[in-house]
């Protein structure tokens, strides 16, 4: 009937803006299919970590809106302050009015519309103290407004006239209520860790480094670091930005590479943004340790990818497309959304655009026959090897090189039908049949060519990674070009980037996906 989560900071208790990244409930809500019902009781702000339960079923629902609405749930959090805190145990009570994008203290106002908190000082230690705070009623920001009310501004909260720190000094601790079926008392409970980096908090949470070693460390300006890119790779990191390394950048590295136990970090110096470049100015660089093999293993979901540092820029796995490789794998979308064929039929993908064949081999790990698609055979050999990797034999797979334009309507003429078409063409490329292909430009005629080999109520992977091109823009693109074929959408699913590339104002996002079954 419940799940408790002990929420890092930095993330999102859901998704605050249609193509931002996921906060924790849709990303746990679209994960598997037993949290399809799962439903929202309370909320923690970004930047505060702890405890939040979800309701799974009706039941639940029901029952947890009545507590929470009749102040049943005893709510405890953690915070630190570096102020003075003139008494042990301060009481609050005021009516909250927004300002812009904060709040404020008014005194008065009805009892129902007013909000209380109550504090109790735990521990002096030097210039900090940490204190207990017990919000009687669920305001947004309660605590920080009233905390910043008796003079003992949150660390880490600016917005309320906090010092600055590397995250804000909340933590949601207990979270105690009656079992929705039991009526028996239940409290779930977890530790303030304040040492946690807010960077990598979100990381650790979400990504089981027993299944996946390859995934993005830091992302740009949303992690603090404008135009610099890290990714895990296994036992190599690998850095990537349009400047050398500062003094300050090389120090981090070695920190991960310590933390990490890792043996090698490299870095490249890109002549543009990272999935953008098409050239670099100073090559692959070892940086700190040993030597990468010509090519090496990493784990992604369980699945085996073989990478090659030496290859340039295309090092044989877009991390950012982990979690669609996934759905692949699992053949589970989103809520309500499977890769289901007609019983007793084996499923069929095409992947038009195979690259080292991801998409590919993990819809094979899942019982598909697949047919791989690219212009480059060097890739296509790559795949192979992926697959064989993987103990899948490439023999029972096609593996087709050429022109994706060319070869779709050669599929098209021999009748060929498919259960899913993945489309995840690059932003630019040139072929001798088609000519120079861009992705805004062409991606409609590309969906068009695609349609005639989905079977109905097939499924449609659609993605792009141009900056430039908005999702909304995208999605009437796609939208556009299946309404012309006289088809139409059952369903569809918008999926954004992964939360390790995580999605900010600084750092807006540039992958887009969705998933569409169409009649």
């Known amino acids: 009937h419940l ?17 931002a990244g996921e906060g924790i409930y ?22 505060t970590s702890g405890v939040l339960v979800f309701a799974k079923t009706a039941l639940a629902n029901r029952s947890l809106t009545r507590q929470f609405t009749e102040r049943q749930v005893r709510k405890k959090y953690v915070l630190i302050t570096d102020r003075p805190v003139k008494s042990r145990t301060p009481r609050v009570v005021s009516t909250l009015v927004r300002a812009g994008e904060k709040y404020v203290s008014r005194a008065g106002g009805l009892p129902k519309d007013q909000a209380e908190t109550r504090f109790r000082v735990r521990k002096a230690d030097g210039h900090r103290t940490i204190l207990e705070a017990e919000p009687i009623t669920g305001r947004t920001h309660q605590i920080r407004v009233h905390a910043a009310d008796q003079g003992f501004p949150i660390l880490g909260d600016t917005l309320y006239g906090g010092s600055a720190a590397p995250r804000l000094f909340l933590h949601s601790e207990e979270l105690a209520l009656k079992h929705p079926v039991a009526s028996a008392p239940i409290a779930f409970r977890a530790e303030a860790d304040f040492s946690v980096d807010p960077r990598a908090g979100p990381r650790s949470a979400l990504i089981d480094p027993r299944e996946t070693n390859a995934h993005r460390l830091l992302h740009g300006a949303s992690d603090g670091w404008p ?6 790779f296994g036992d190599y990191l690998l850095s990537q930005s349009a400047e050398p390394l500062s003094e300050a950048q090389e120090k981090q590295i070695e920190e991960w590479r310590a933390r990490l136990s890792l043996r090698g970090a490299y870095h490249k110096t890109l002549l543009r943004r990272v999935r953008q470049a098409t050239a670099d100015q100073g090559g692959l660089r070892l940086i700190a340790g040993e030597v990468a093999p010509e090519s090496f ?9 073989e990478i090659r540092f030496g290859e340039g820029y295309s090092v044989g796995l877009f991390l950012d497309q982990r979690e669609n490789r996934r ?3 699992t053949r589970h979308l989103a809520a309500g959304f499977a890769l289901t064929p007609e019983s007793g039929r084996q499923l069929e993908v095409l992947n038009a655009f195979a690259y080292t064949c991801g998409f590919s081999m993990c819809a094979a790990q899942s019982g598909a026959r697949v047919t791989s698609l690219d212009l480059s055979k060097k890739y296509l050999e790559w795949g192979r090897r992926n697959f064989l990797l993987n103990q899948l034999s490439p023999d029972e797979h096609e593996f087709i090189y050429g022109d994706a334009f060319d070869w779709l309507s050669r599929l098209s003429r021999k009748g060929r039908m498919f259960d899913v078409v993945a489309l995840d063409p690059p932003t630019f490329s040139q072929s001798k049949e088609f000519g120079p292909f861009q992705v805004e430009k062409h991606y409609g005629q590309l969906v068009g060519a695609c349609l005639p080999l989905l079977r109905r109520n097939g499924v449609l992977f659609a993605s792009a990674n141009a900056s430039g091109w908005s999702p909304d823009a995208f999605r009437e693109t796609v939208k556009r070009v299946i309404a012309s074929a006289a088809r139409g959408i059952v369903r569809e699913h918008y999926v954004p980037q992964p939360p390790d590339f995580s999605v900010s104002r600084t750092e ?12």
Not at 297 to 305: D, K, P, S, W
């Open 26 to 47: 849709d990303w746990l809500r679209h994960r598997e299919p037993r949290w399809a019902n799962l439903a929202i009781m309370h909320r923690l702000d970004k930047e």
């Open 327 to 329: 759905r692949f794998l």
């Open 227 to 232: 135009g610099w890119y890290v990714d895990r």
């Open 3 to 19: 799940l408790a989560v002990n929420k890092p900071a930095g993330l999102n208790t859901h998704a605050p803006a249609p193509y």
């Open 297 to 305: 293993a990493v784990r992604e979901n369980g699945v085996q990818f």
């Open 508 to 519: 807006p996002a540039y992958l887009k996906t969705v998933w569409i079954e169409i009649e």
